[in-house]
């Protein structure tokens, strides 16, 4: 099982940047893939982007590509999410993720994941 904090949400302005991190303990994490999703108001939690469990592998979803950039450590048991252009349509609850199984490398489906952070919100105001 891994345990997994966010930081780094906050206000920023449409055309704006913010990172998100996401903390990790758990002797597992370099070995599983690991995402962020969002869900904003009214709205079903979506897949942003995940990152393989080697970090050599990356997937996005379309609206969030040539924007955000995956990244991980796992020398520092972290992972991020580099929001630059940021658009109104951002704003959402970002939530961090880890995969339920081990040394997957595309992993995108919400089903997929078994451990969650509690989310940190993200507005983008224009």
């Known amino acids: 099982q891994v345990q997994l904090v966010e930081s780094g949400g906050g206000l920023a302005q449409a055309g704006g940047s913010l990172r998100l991190s996401c903390a990790a303990s758990?002797?597992?994490?370099?070995?599983?893939?690991m995402g962020w999703f969002r869900q904003a108001p009214g709205k079903e939690r979506e897949f942003v982007a995940s990152?393989?469990?080697?970090?050599?592998?990356?997937y996005y979803a379309d609206s969030v590509k040539g924007r955000f950039t995956i990244s991980r450590d796992n020398a520092k048991n972290t992972v991020s999410l580099q929001m630059n252009n940021l658009k109104t349509e951002d704003t959402a609850v970002y939530y961090c993720a880890a995969d339920r199984r081990e040394r997957r490398r595309k992993v995108i489906g919400e089903p997929d994941f078994g451990s969650w952070g509690q989310g940190t919100q993200v507005t983008v105001s224009s």
């Open positions: 990152i393989s469990w080697g970090g050599s592998y990356k």
């Open positions: 758990g002797r597992t994490f370099s070995s599983v893939a």
